[in-house]
């Protein structure tokens, strides 16, 4: 599952050679080294941890503990049976589950089961009604005799099934199971669809299972419905047959064991595009309008099928890979064996994907079929070992594909998304203590999974790392997992102990948090490196092991020592004929961690131009804006032609308002020619800034040969600045099919015009919205409405409150909807200070109307982290 972390980002809204030496090494007093953890058994056998103080009672509770299922029943196989009434929402069930004990005798079988109501329970072939209690969540059944586990048996269910929601989490906003969209076709704008979410536990809403993540089984399934309809799910296609009511039953077959929480149906009316990898059937379902785009919407599935097939040694293991849009869906993809669902924001036009593919939630979903659904995780708290790899997939296609700058900078962002998050609560990477499970999809299960393989692929090298994963995926297919599977087969390969590996980065808390000082001795010839490890909260190791590489620079020349940084306190001394130009720690950059250093402004300077590696180039020229350094000017002209696109993205954001003329040039070979349509969009923004009369030419050529979203909508900026008339005539022209940054400056266009003409553009599109662009979006169509007549804003009020209600599936027209609110009230609020008599009571009334709508819409608000930063936004008394 891919988990999109947008609340960070409304967060922020709100608010040369080188050659091997002897390297000598200096310890302080020895420090005690990351101590060793009892894996599996950690809190289950031992008392909650407690430091034994003065006055400091021990604790006498076991600390909570998130276990593996208990595997009473092996699930064989599930056949089951569906057709559906829409108006209701219910699933109209038949089921037949093969199973027998998984090793101990037992005359009972406890199924999950939620929000269903049983019309027949009973052995398959016999007309006999099994005994059973029914909680509303798991169904209890007396088999009537004891079975061993040499006994298969099958049992029959006729159901039906109401698939309500209680719940949800940042990463999965409804458990629901099974989702009706537009069920009675009552939005015309809308099509009708039925899907299924299944992770975590959520598919025993519309079929009885053992809803577990250690289960698995073969499976067949039979959906009925309407001739018009397409269906999709597990494995292959066998049958399709038309019934005389109208009605079409399509069977589809998986004769692969896979867990039930992969279990997957969809139905809608979608386009089918059939593609193809070696002899394996590859299909994207998308909505008819996008079936042109359907190749591009999945570019690269094969060429990623066979690039993951190889990198591994293990070929795509399924019979199929479908990949399916649909609307409204609560998460931003899922792994469904097979068949992978994404939500509706992937699904583009050709030109609304230039420099914006889907490369990395197709690789990250396609990666678990690998990890996650060959080999899944034996529990919960065990998540990164779908997620974490999943994730890493991210960087080795983007590697492959890419390069490594492109790669890096993922690693650099994905890093820092962990680093963001720790901020507010660290916990084991193997989480145990859990509290519940959808709370292991957070940046530490994806992050820092992701970036905790890097380490260990870079500590024990390329071969070793992928010959192992090989064997990992072979020795374990078809099996739950943990990470010690995952450690002894790294260990069989590379003859390494890395016990000191997982034990630090898996089962322990944080990351190292390093302060380094360099210096030069020149009496013993010799370049100081002193680091310090800082980190304290509790549940992080003391000191952390840390295998990396350090580069000194000098003479021309750089030096690779390999050192070991294993001590509280430890100092480092490296042969040195002249004082260094740089000493570079951690010269791979992999290694996840905070570091703070002393490097000087010289020092910097010398690494955006000498090192090698994307994160040496970003972090100096970040820094160096930072010192405002005198150098900046030339570190900036030099940026603009760097390899990597965000470099020189850096660079444009940084220019100052003067230009020369050579950076002028510059820029407008950058805006005309520049690979990246962020460097060209940016670049016409600056040269409209250093006020460069070639601007307006240079963006007029954009709006004509332009497909990019951003370059457009940079230029129609520019042209409007520059001739209102001709800017607001294109914003016309260009406003039908707008999307994205182009649809933002088209909203900000007609805004600034005041025109109430604009309004019905602003309410057709409300609803198609989403992401960054629902916040700016939202914010226009209030202020524009908010500039009519009473009936005009009453409308705009009405509107914005069924937006912002809770039963809108996208988080963020919501947050949209309620921050233009928000900003309403505020304003109304600030006419009313202004005003006098009558005028006054009205704008306080009706700020005082918003405010209670606002606070009915937070109290209904279903996401909790949602509903938190609602109570960010800035409110004016």
């Known amino acids: 599952m891919k988990k999109i972390l947008w609340l960070l980002c409304i967060t922020l809204i709100v608010g040369a050679c080188s050659t091997q030496k002897p390297v000598t090494t200096k310890t302080e007093p020895a420090q005690e080294l990351v101590a060793e953890v009892d894996m599996d058994t950690l809190d289950v056998t031992a008392l909650e941890e407690e430091e034994e103080e003065e006055g400091e009672e021990v604790a006498t509770t076991l600390s909570p503990?998130?276990?593996?299922?208990?595997?009473?029943?092996?699930?064989?196989?599930?056949?089951i049976d569906v057709r559906f009434d829409w108006a209701k929402e219910e699933v109209i069930g038949k089921a037949t589950l093969k199973l027998k004990p998984y090793f101990n005798p037992t005359s009972t079988l406890t199924l999950d089961a939620k929000g269903m109501e049983f019309k027949k329970v009973q052995f398959a072939g016999k007309d006999q009604p099994l005994k059973y209690t029914y909680d509303g969540q798991q169904i209890v059944i007396q088999l009537g005799r004891s079975f061993n586990r040499n006994e298969e048996y099958s049992i029959d269910f006729e159901y039906i099934a109401r698939p309500k929601g209680d719940g949800g989490s940042d990463a999965i906003t409804s458990n629901q199971g099974l989702f009706f969209i537009n069920p009675r076709g009552e939005e015309m704008d809308k099509p009708q669809q039925i899907w299924t979410q299944g992770e975590t536990e959520w598919n025993s809403r519309w079929f009885p299972t053992i809803d577990k993540p250690n289960e698995r089984c073969t499976q067949e399934l039979y959906v009925t419905v309407d001739k018009k309809f397409k269906t999709l799910s597990n494995g292959l296609l066998t049958t399709s047959t038309n019934n005389a009511d109208g009605t079409r039953t399509d069977y589809w077959k998986m004769d692969m064991p896979h867990a039930p929480y992969l279990f997957m149906l969809a139905v809608g009316d979608f386009a089918i595009v059939k593609d193809k990898w070696r002899n394996i059937e590859v299909s994207y379902y998308v909505e008819p309008e996008y079936e042109a785009d359907a190749r591009d919407i999945f570019a690269h599935t094969p060429e990623m099928l066979e690039f993951f097939s190889n990198k591994l040694g293990v070929n795509y293991p399924w019979p199929k890979f479908s990949q399916i849009v649909v609307r409204d869906y609560v998460s931003g993809a899922m792994e469904n064996t097979t068949a992978v669902v994404f939500g509706d924001f992937v699904q583009k036009h050709k030109w609304e994907l230039i420099d914006d593919s889907n490369d990395k939630i197709v690789a990250h979903e396609m990666f678990h079929?690998?990890?996650?659904?060959?080999?899944?995780?034996?529990?919960?708290?065990?998540?990164?070992?779908?997620?974490?790899?999943?994730?890493?997939s991210e960087y080795l296609w983007f590697e492959h594909k890419y390069g490594s700058d492109y790669a890096d900078h993922h690693l650099y962002t994905e890093q820092g998304g962990y680093i963001g998050s720790a901020s507010g609560g660290i916990h084991p990477l193997i989480h145990f203590g859990v509290a519940d499970k959808d709370d292991m999809f957070d940046a530490h299960s994806y992050n820092k999974g992701g970036a905790t393989l890097h380490m260990l692929r870079r500590h024990v090298g390329d071969e070793a790392f992928f010959t192992a994963l090989k064997n990992y995926l072979t020795q374990n297919a078809f099996k739950p997992v943990e990470a010690h599977n995952l450690r002894l087969a790294m260990e069989e390969v590379s003859g390494e102990d890395l016990n000191w590996f997982f034990n630090q980065w898996y089962f322990s808390s944080g990351h190292p948090q390093l302060s380094i000082e360099y210096s030069y001795d020149a009496t013993a010839k010799e370049a100081v490196m002193q680091v310090t490890q800082n980190q304290s909260e509790k549940g992080v190791p003391g000191v952390f092991v840390l295998p990396v590489a350090v580069d000194v620079y000098a003479e021309g020349r750089s030096t690779r020592h390999n050192i070991r940084v294993d001590q509280r306190e430890q100092t480092f001394r490296f042969p040195s004929a002249v004082q260094p130009d740089l000493i570079n720690f951690d010269a791979e950059r992999f290694l996840l961690a905070e570091i703070e250093d002393n490097k000087s402004e010289e020092d910097l300077v010398f690494q955006f131009k000498n090192a090698r590696k994307f994160m040496d180039r970003n972090e100096a020229i970040e820094r160096l804006i930072g010192l405002e350094s005198d150098q900046i000017p030339s570190i900036l002209s030099?940026?603009?032609?760097?390899?990597?696109?965000?470099i020189r993205s850096i660079a444009l954001d940084n220019l100052p308002a003067e230009l020369p003329a050579d950076v002028l040039k510059k820029l407008r070979d950058l805006a005309q020619n520049d690979q990246h349509s962020e460097v060209r969009a940016k670049s016409l923004a600056a040269l409209a800034e250093s006020g460069d009369p070639q601007t307006l030419a240079v963006a007029k050529a954009a709006i004509e040969k332009e497909q990019a979203l951003s370059v457009r909508a940079s230029a129609l900026g520019i042209i409007f600045e520059e001739d209102e008339a001709e800017g607001l005539a294109l914003a016309e022209k260009l406003g039908e099919n707008a999307k994205g940054p182009l649809l933002e400056t088209i909203a900000g266009i007609f805004t600034e015009n005041g025109d109430a003409k604009y309004l019905p553009f602003f309410e057709k599109r409300l609803k198609d919205v989403d992401g960054f662009t629902a916040i700016s979006f939202f914010e226009s169509y209030q202020i524009l409405a908010s500039r009519g007549d009473q009936a005009t804003l009453d409308k705009t009020i009405e509107t914005l409150t069924s937006f912002g209600a809770s039963t809108n599936p996208s988080l963020w027209r919501r947050f949209g909807a309620v921050k233009a609110l928000n900003d309403l009230r505020n304003d109304f609020r600030v006419k009313a200070r202004g005003a006098s008599g009558a005028e006054k009571t009205q704008f306080s009334a009706t700020a005082d109307r918003i405010a209670k709508i606002i606070d009915d819409l937070k109290s209904k608000e279903t996401n909790a982290e949602l509903k938190a930063v609602y109570d960010q936004l800035p409110v004016i008394k």
Do not use: C
């Open 369 to 392: 079929h690998w990890f996650g659904d060959y080999v899944t995780s034996e529990s919960w708290p065990n998540l990164t070992m779908n997620e974490g790899f999943a994730n890493y």
């Open 638 to 646: 030099a940026a603009l032609n760097d390899p990597f696109y965000s």
């Open 65 to 79: 503990y998130s276990p593996s299922a208990q595997r009473i029943h092996d699930l064989l196989h599930t056949k």
